[in-house]
């Protein structure tokens, strides 16, 4: 129940308060939705621990009704409810119910311990010009286990004439071309699981055309600097090393001298009907070329 709530408060934050702007029609739906969320965490946990207080009192409960009706659902607790009451109505049930609740509360807190190692840094940071996070470069993923998040270089230092940027694929970013281009914004949505047993023709002429025109908005939208500087960099579809689908493109870079350097992704966004320009990476890199 624990983690359907905060799952559902980091959903809230994602889709609306991730890049809060004051007056967004966004904010004004996430911020209630968030408090709503919080007050209804912590309103739900004192009803449980006091065995029922809210839903007792007439008058409290008319209020805290609708709370727990949509906390029923967000908890999946219709499930388990009528086992938590047969437990409940034992006398024995009862006095073990009063041990279980600080047991629970010492392992919550047990299991977000963390170590700090420094007073500045918690050494998960995402990468920016003065940190470099591992998952942001793609010879530095090992692990079967682990994956590209969002975006990668191939290497933290490149003695290459050329870097690669990854983008891995993800449907918002498709979501997000659709609001940049509406045309392309199929009638009947076919992502989602399907079978070969029909046989889409990808490669017809209109297909072709409305791939063309996807990429051309994916190239509009993504720019990469280096340094601030702009460079030409020409998105297609590919693979990551991890077998990750996604956009890939590469920059030519023998004009930079030796050292530190620092690469910028950048995306346009459409909100509340005006092009915004998001920073969706920073990535340092040092360059020494062989």
Known sequence: AYALTITAIGLTIYFFLQEPEVGS?????????????????????????????????????????????????????????????????????????????????????????????????????????????????????????????????????????????????SKFIEDDIYDFNTELKPEKDERGVTSNFINIDLGSTEKVKEKNAFFDAFNTMYSVEIDSVTYNAEFILGKSIKKQNGFETYIGIKNLNEGKHLLTVKRKEIKDSDTIIKVDARIPFWYYPD
């Open 25 to 169: 029609i966004l904010t004004w739906i996430g911020v209630p939705i968030l408090v709503f969320f919080i007050v209804g965490m912590l309103l739900t946990f004192f009803d449980f621990i006091t065995l029922g207080f809210l839903k007792k009192k007439n008058w409290i409960s008319k209020i805290y009704f609708p709370i727990y009706w949509v906390f029923s659902f967000i908890t999946l607790s219709f499930l388990y409810r009528p086992l938590v009451y047969n437990f409940l109505d034992n006398k024995f049930g009862r006095r073990l119910s009063f041990f279980l609740v600080p047991i629970y509360l010492a392992l919550l807190f047990i299991i977000t311990l963390n170590y700090n190692h420094s007073n500045y840094f918690s050494f998960e940071e995402s990468s920016g010009s003065r940190i470099a996070n591992s998952e942001n470069y793609e010879d530095q993923i090992i692990d079967d286990s682990d994956f590209i998040s969002e975006i990668a270089i191939n290497s933290k230092v490149i003695t290459n004439s050329f870097v690669k940027v990854f983008i891995v694929y």
